[in-house]
Structures are given as C-alpha cells and as structure tokens.
C-alpha cells in the first residue's frame, strides 16, 4: 500500500493556475523531499494535502484513504507539521500534547502512552514540564514533531520544518526525520528550499511552476554535479 499518493491533481485561484496536473507516489518508508522556487505551488499541495482547500480534479490517497472520499480516514493518517509555529507558549510540553492528543480522542493511559512514546522518539523526554516559551528554537520544532506523531500517523508531513533554525539544529531535526522512516516505516513529505537536508538515497520532487519537473531518487540527479546546481539548471535559475 502506498503512503501517499497524488494523481492529476490541479488547482487554480481564479484564473491563475498554482498546480498543473501533478502526480507523484512516496511509499512507506520513504523520505521524499519536495523542493521547488517561491511560487512552485508547494503551499498549495500542503493545502491539497491537509484538506485545508480542495480541487474537483485528481486524487489524493493517503495510506489506502482517498481523501476526497474518506476525509476522516485519510486524515487521521496525516501527522502535519506547518511553517509557521503553532504551539502555545505558555503551557508545558506535557500540556501542549495532552491537549493535542484529547483533539484526536486520546485522554488516560492511551493518550500518556501516546505522548511518550512521541517524546522518547524526539528525544525530548527530559523537556516534558518545561514550558515550551523555555525551549530553543529546535526543541519547539521538535516538540511539533512529536506533536505530529502523538496520534500514531503513517504520512507525516513537513512544511519547511528548519526555517530560523541553526545549522546544528536543522541537521538534527533532518536527521530524526529520516529516522522515522528507517525506524518506523513511516512515509515523510518534506518541502525545503535548502538541499543540505536532502540525502542521496531520499526521493526528489521537483515541483516549479506548477507541474512536476522530476520525480526521481537524489542519486539521480546528482551524477555529475551537486543537487543545487542540478535544480538551478531545471529550474532556469541559473546564472
């Protein structure tokens, strides 16, 4: 079964076309890094994808679940982790993910089994009854994975994760992210601009003006010369 799968899917804001019949499949296990310039169509697959706008064209299935059919189901496979930080500052570690797990029908042993197991997997189980407006700016990031993970996911979904964050901080969340689909199977979108974060064996799609440019592992496009350049050049970004 596939982790997730998108066919023929479009969209357009008016007139103005954002995704042009795009299909691609990440399977489980997969980290697949989705990388294209500003204007791409990136947030408006992120928004496909999370049911936060919906097209009449194409399909979306995740783990099995069409999306257009099966809202419910789909999404409760989806753990989504956005650009913009959404966690309430004021409240503990331990607070921010009761309250999540409780949105997804979790509460007693279910839900702190739940929330530590999220934890021990981000390496943040020392940080439970800190509050969270403590925490650096990895740890939050961090702690929004864990978040993501709180209600046992298959697709976990990553929009720009590392932007503000250092370069320790940045390979250390790649690196638990990665983790996850060697470790627990799991199937990973993640969409950057920065293609440090990209490993050679991960899935690439180049997503630039709308439509699907490459679909490929990294290895692929990386024989002769570095990611950065290979997607400049198919990108006409080059100098």
Same mark, same amino acid.
């Given at each position: 079964?596939?982790?997730?799968?998108?066919?023929?899917?479009?969209?357009?804001?008016?007139?103005?076309?954002?995704?042009?019949?795009?299909?691609?499949?990440?399977?489980?296990?997969?980290?697949?890094?989705?990388?294209?310039?500003?204007?791409?169509? =990136? *947030?408006? +697959?992120?928004? %496909?994808?999370?049911?936060?706008? $919906?097209?009449?064209?194409?399909?979306?299935?995740?783990? !099995? &679940?069409?999306?257009?059919?099966?809202?419910?189901?789909?999404?409760?496979?989806?753990?989504?982790?956005?650009?913009?930080?959404?966690?309430?500052?004021?409240?503990?570690?331990?607070?921010?993910?009761?309250?999540?797990?409780?949105?997804?029908?979790?509460?007693?042993?279910?839900?702190?089994?739940?929330? =530590? *197991?999220? +934890?021990?997997? %981000?390496?943040?189980?020392?940080? $439970?009854?800190?509050?969270?407006?403590?925490?650096?700016? !990895? &740890?939050?990031?961090?702690?929004?994975?864990?978040?993501?993970?709180?209600?046992?996911?298959?697709?976990?979904?990553?929009?720009?994760?590392?932007?503000?964050?250092?370069?320790?901080?940045?390979?250390?969340?790649?690196?638990?992210?990665?983790?996850?689909?060697?470790?627990?199977?799991?199937?990973?979108?993640?969409?950057?601009?920065?293609?440090?974060?990209?490993?050679?064996?991960?899935?690439?799609?180049?997503?630039?003006?709308?439509?699907?440019?490459?679909?490929?592992?990294?290895?692929?496009?990386?024989?002769?010369?570095?990611?950065?350049?290979?997607?400049?050049?198919?990108?006409?970004?080059?100098?």
């Amino acid at each position: 079964m596939t982790g997730l799968s998108v066919r023929n899917l479009s969209y357009a804001y008016g007139a103005k076309p954002a995704l042009n019949d795009i299909s691609f499949n990440v399977e489980p296990g997969v980290f697949c890094a989705l990388i294209g310039p500003n204007g791409a169509g =990136k *947030s408006t +697959l992120f928004a %496909l994808l999370t049911r936060l706008i $919906t097209s009449r064209t194409g399909t979306i299935e995740i783990a !099995g &679940h069409d999306l257009g059919s099966h809202p419910e189901k789909a999404l409760g496979k989806i753990g989504i982790v956005f650009q913009q930080p959404s966690l309430d500052l004021d409240l503990t570690v331990w607070r921010n993910l009761s309250y999540f797990a409780g949105l997804h029908g979790l509460s007693g042993q279910a839900a702190e089994a739940s929330i =530590k *197991s999220a +934890l021990d997997r %981000l390496d943040m189980a020392e940080r $439970t009854h800190e509050r969270v407006r403590n925490l650096n700016g !990895g &740890h939050r990031r961090r702690l929004e994975i864990a978040r993501a993970l709180v209600h046992s996911p298959t697709v976990l979904l990553l929009d720009e994760p590392s932007v503000g964050l250092d370069a320790a901080a940045r390979r250390a969340i790649t690196e638990h992210a990665h983790d996850l689909c060697k470790t627990h199977g799991m199937t990973v979108l993640w969409a950057t601009h920065l293609t440090d974060e990209i490993s050679a064996d991960d899935q690439v799609v180049i997503l630039h003006k709308g439509q699907v440019l490459r679909n490929c592992p990294c290895h692929e496009l990386t024989r002769d010369k570095p990611l950065q350049e290979a997607f400049l050049e198919l990108t006409d970004q080059g100098t």
